[in-house]
């Protein structure tokens, strides 16, 4: 694995009082903000993403006085959805996939890092999630 | 309605993201007796709110550096192998017979969790998968590994298959399983188990969205309440006492075994 940067990663801890013995402490630390960061901006983005889809189509419906809508539009459906319909759909897809992306963004940090153990470990995880959807 | 949801579900989601639990053992026995809402469409949108647990407290869980994302990734193998393999148990074992088990072994759990040393006490014995956080209560960096992975692996598999028998996203039980028997620290445990129950439910609330068993009008608010209510919750808990978080467990364990016991006897 590569020697990470840990005064760049990790500012909020002072260098001068940690020991030599603590290096591996600070590398472990390093890697995880550094994988964390990419998964944080990624969970951040999904958050965002569907609060706002779900204040919007909640809004539009409390404004335009629509009955309320009790199903999901399918994922081939959605072209001929509208107005809170589409926005609670999107922003549930949203909010579903996100651990998903999670593990991609996980992936992508530790192949960043040349950890590829735990790539192909994440892929793994990936790859018996998606054959539990198929068998349903 | 709407607004009674949203409220019930800030309070589930900082206690979920409090302890590393998805909640879905509070939200579906909620909407069921409070709010009347089908069985199924409770289901549904307690995934959508284990999700919304998992990804609120991770976003803020990421920036403490407390999730064991090593760890997590290799116990979620055995979790999600279980999950897949769950309908195997479930030939040989009724949900019924599973609460009485689970009866009978979480008050032997939640005495077990007395033994944890709390985050802040030096942990001299390193296992492997070495780690380090820096504990934003204390501000001091802690070093810890992981003990007993092969035990630790084959309990979270256990686990993962009963949970799918059960309904739930396993929060309850893979903490202890890391805490006890694994020997992570309980704040790394909490962030690393957040981390694990939303890969649980994410397959499971995929699965009832394409089939149209979620309801917009029960999720939406629930997933609403649960984003601010998780942020909350992760950030106190990352900033909480650790022995504060392990007998706020210990009480939930108390209260499961009591929900498992009556379920088991009532059927």
Redesign the interface.
Known sequence: MKQLDYARL?P??DIEE?SEE?E???Q??A???Q???L??RL??A??II??VL??A??VWQAVAHLP?????A?ITELTHANG??LL??L???V??????L??LG?AVG?ARQG?WV?VV??L??LA??F???W?? | MFIALFLIAIAVGALGALLGIGGGIITVPLLTVLFHIPIKAAIGASLVSVIATSTAAGAVYAGSSLTHTRLGMVLAVGTTLGALTGGLTAAFLSPRVLQGMFAVLLPFVMFSMRQLPSDEAARPSLGILNTAYMDPFTGRVVRYGVRRLPLGWTTAFIAGNLSGLLGVGGGFINVPIMSVVMGVPLKATIATSNFMVGMTAATSALVYYTKGMIDPQVAVPIALGILVGAQLGSWFGARARSMTLKRLFQILLFILTIQMAWKAITG
Do not use: E, K, N, Y
């Open positions: 990790i909020d801890i940690i603590d591996a402490a600070l472990a630390i890697s995880t903000r994988v964390d960061r998964v944080q969970l951040m999904t958050l569907s609060a779900f204040i189509g909640g309320p809508v009790h199903h999901v399918q809170p319909d609670f759909s922003g549930l897809i909010l579903i996939i996100s651990p998903i999670r593990l996980v530790l950890d735990f470990i994440t793994i995880v018996v999630m054959a539990g959807l068998i349903g």
